[in-house]
């Protein structure tokens, strides 16, 4: 017989591979000594701390002015452009003063020049955060609304102008103030404490169905805009079809004039939108910037033919022309706003996060989450003293300055200055913009959130969970209220989760013949089982949730160790009734069991020898057809360059003289795949004789645990007693691919004390092989008769 190859080594065991391999003298660091190394000074470790935290610092530094300025000047007018209309527009959706608009579009881009990462990130209005925004102002003005008629009802407030009312104003203004600081803060506070993970709980299923339901809400809120109708704010649930009832109830009060203002402002921009912008974006190096067009020219004609007085157009008014001086946020509703607030802080760094990572990967940079999540706090908690609401990223201004080749953040310098500008000296032409242009222009930016609406399609398509939080976070926000289907969609998203878990999947494996691969055996019609061995692999982390499906889905795939032993227990009376001999009583099957323990442990102080993570080359003791020792277990498999399995030769195992057996393997010997039915005489599960052959013939069960990478105290309870369920029928358990952290939690959960280092394996062929083996010696035969290798090889996988 040819030489054995280097490559060919005998089964390892996971403790034999440590004893030797493992690193003994790894020492724990201290917490004093972490301190210690840490806490120094030095000019790198300054720069490197003022450079995370100030990223403005590093920019400025490292800025290339002949390659950067020009790009970052042209990208930071046309992002200023953009965000004029929006400002105005988003200022009113947002239920406070329009100037409010402004100052939120100036403010976060100076403060996220100097605290963020991401040159194409544009901080300021967003139409989501605005309607939530608006959803919080008109719940607490009420509270203004009733002291200001002395409690009496205000039922029927529709003819009231109560936005004429500087104080109800000022009470808006000052809560939306106070929930922009709340939101900054509890960003701040996630920064620092590094709690970027917590939107991993939310979908993109749930994302999308938010912002689309969110979508519906803000059309809504401006449908009376663009119709020229007075109705009354609602808030809480079902306001969306209390605001359509009011609308229908009042149609015939439309105001002509505003309604074709609208409308032509709609076909105006969707025109020039879609057919120019989004068809030649790649041959115009700047998009049109058909919005801030369309609100000049309404301001424009509206100043030049009157429509406010000669057809009631409704106008947006004066607007201040000055800065106004830090004011401290009154905090007197904190506590009512406080949960909106944290939701609207999730939000804000879920959606902008979100989008800054897709220009990174686009561009090629790496954006640092926690210090985003510092800088969007700063943009929220610095800019509530200057009379901003929350802001947040508008992605079709992210998505102009990414398709633009935006370099650096210097770019928002450009933008800033230019929103600068608009409040000291252009605002003031605005006065006669009439609202509802700036309605049609906030109802065109939802253009994208309602095409999302088709995503429920893919969803269906993708992952039947995924439907269900689409499906029930659209419903909610939709016919309750954006807050109500936000915990909805979280509830849903986490409960979803839970079943996830439940559904854990796990399989037998089975070999492909002559590729030497493990395949689901189920799947594929050329994987065969080895006989006698029942390989099960476990998609999911074993803890509490789904210890008890791992036992279900282990014993339904492999051998029922209960059934086993009560079809045994059973077989057994019956022969007693006949006054005949048992094959083998249960006093018997103990001590059998009895003997496993015992040759486990013969078997561990083979395994733990160090000459067995010697090559078989190397080991004299597997290379000599004569050694004299018995019971050395020198068989594996192993891969050569060829692509199949080559096995070493085994010594001490002797063979029937001139015997060489085959047998042909079924394709597939499933213990569970026959219908079951009921016993008549227990009324339990009938094991027919067929089922029965199945079960004996299954002499070692190998879970895979290549998938599992934690587990808990329950799962490994559960794996203990399934070790010893096994035993007392007589089938070896053996483990392979554990990981550290899966060992680690045996250990101390006492699991290898109970089930021997010996059935624990490096890789899945390791404990593939040392079954073979321990069948082989049980069946005193003796590979090294056989004068060709490759026919000992196929004869090894064959019949065993």
């Not at 088709?454 to 926000?477: C, E, P, Q, R």
């Not at 039915?677 to 190998?702: A, N, Q, R």
């Not at 010996?758 to 404990?767: K, P, Y």
Request: net charge positive; proline share 4%.
């Amino acid at each position: 017989m040819n030489a054995p190859s280097p490559s060919r080594r005998i089964p390892v065991t996971q403790a034999a591979f440590d004893d030797i391999h493992l690193k003994k003298d790894r020492k724990r660091t201290s917490l004093t000594e972490k301190l210690r190394s840490n806490c120094y000074c030095s000019k790198k470790r300054l720069w490197k701390i003022v450079s995370s935290y100030i990223p403005l610092v590093k920019v400025i530094r490292y800025y290339k002015l002949k390659e950067y300025l020009l790009i970052d000047f042209l990208a930071g007018i046309t992002i200023g452009i953009m965000h004029i209309p929006q400002a105005l527009g988003f200022g009113m959706l947002a239920s406070v003063k329009i100037v409010n608009g402004l100052y939120t579009s100036f403010w976060p881009i100076v403060l996220y020049l100097i605290f963020g990462t991401s040159p194409h990130v544009s901080i300021g209005t967003s139409a989501v955060i605005c309607i939530l925004t608006a959803g919080i102002v008109d719940r607490e003005s009420i509270v203004f609304k009733k002291s200001w008629m002395n409690g009496t009802t205000y039922q029927n407030d529709s003819d009231f102008n109560w936005e004429s009312i500087p104080q109800f104003m000022d009470y808006k203004e000052e809560t939306a103030m106070a929930t922009a600081l709340i939101a900054g803060l509890i960003l701040l506070i996630m920064g620092f404490l590094k709690l970027g993970f917590i939107t991993a709980y939310l979908s993109e299923s749930f994302f999308s169905a938010f912002t689309s339901g969110a979508a519906v809400h803000i059309a809504t809120s401006q449908m009376a805009t663009m119709l020229g109708l007075i109705i009354p704010k609602h808030s809480g649930m079902l306001k969306i079809i209390y605001t359509y009832r009011d609308i229908f109830s009042n149609i015939a009060s439309t105001n002509v004039a505003e309604l074709i203002i609208a409308l032509c402002t709609i076909v105006i921009l969707l025109l020039v939108k879609d057919c120019i912008n989004d068809r030649f974006k790649h041959k115009l190096k700047v998009p049109i910037p058909i919005e801030l067009i369309v609100v000049v020219m309404g301001t424009s004609l509206c100043y030049l033919f009157k429509f406010n007085t000669l057809y009631d157009v409704k106008i947006i008014g004066q607007i201040t022309t000055e800065i106004p001086v830090p004011k401290v946020p009154s905090m007197a509703r904190a506590q009512n706003i406080l949960v909106d607030s944290f939701i609207i802080a999730i939000l804000i760094f879920a959606n902008t996060i979100a989008m800054a990572k897709i220009c990174a990967k686009k561009h090629n940079y790496e954006v640092d989450d926690s210090q985003e999540l510092i800088a969007y706090g700063m943009c929220n908690f610095v800019s509530a003293f200057m009379f901003c609401f929350p802001s947040s990223i508008a992605p079709p201004r992210s998505l102009v300055a990414s398709s633009m080749g935006v370099k650096t953040n210097i770019n928002a310098v450009f933008t800033s200055i230019l929103m600068f500008l608009v409040l000291s000296v252009i605002t003031s032409l605005f006065e006669t913009l009439p609202k509802t242009v700036l309605g049609a222009v906030i109802t065109i930016a939802l253009k994208g959130l309602f095409m999302q609406i088709a995503d429920v399609k893919k969803f269906y398509h993708i992952n039947i969970f995924d439907f269900i939080i689409w499906m029930s976070t659209f419903l909610g926000v939709v016919f309750l209220d954006i807050d109500y289907g936000l915990c909805i969609g979280v509830c849903v998203s986490l409960v979803t989760v839970v079943f996830q878990t439940q559904f854990a999947n796990g399989y037998r494996l089975g070999r492909v013949p002559n590729e030497g691969l493990m395949v689901e055996h189920k799947l594929y019609l050329s994987s065969q089982e080895i006989k006698g061995i029942k390989i099960f692999r476990f998609e999911s982390n074993l803890y509490f949730a789904n210890a008890e499906i791992f036992r279900g889905l282990l014993y339904k795939k492999t051998v029922n160790p209960r059934k086993y032993l009560k079809q045994l227990q059973k077989r057994e009376k019956q022969k007693l009734k006949k006054n005949v001999k048992p094959l083998f009583s249960s006093v018997d099957l103990l001590n059998r069991t009895s003997d496993v323990k015992t040759e486990e442990k013969k078997t561990e102080c083979r395994l733990d020898n160090p000459v067995f993570s010697l090559s078989s080359e190397e080991s004299p003791s597997t290379t000599s057809k004569t050694s004299p020792q018995k019971g050395v277990t020198g068989s594996s498999v192993s891969f050569v360059s060829s692509g199949r399995p080559s096995i070493a030769p085994v010594s001490g195992i002797r063979l029937q003289e001139g015997r060489r057996t085959s047998c042909t393997p079924s394709m597939d010997s499933s213990i569970v795949c026959l219908e079951e039915e009921e016993d008549p005489e227990d009324g339990g599960v009938l094991i027919t004789e067929e089922k029965f052959s199945l079960m004996k013939s299954v002499h070692h069960v190998i879970i895979d645990f290549s998938r599992v990478n934690y587990m808990d105290a329950s799962g490994a309870n559960v794996l203990s007693h399934i070790c010893t369920e096994y035993e007392h029928v007589n089938i070896r358990v053996f483990l392979a691919c554990c990981s550290h952290n899966v060992r680690q939690t045996m250990l101390h959960a006492g699991v290898i004390d109970r089930y021997t280092k010996s059935n624990i394996f490096l890789t899945l062929s390791d404990a593939i092989s040392q079954a073979r083996i321990e069948n082989v010696e049980k069946k005193n035969v003796d590979l090294s008769d056989f004068s060709d290798e490759e026919a000992a090889e196929d004869s090894y996988i064959t019949k065993l």
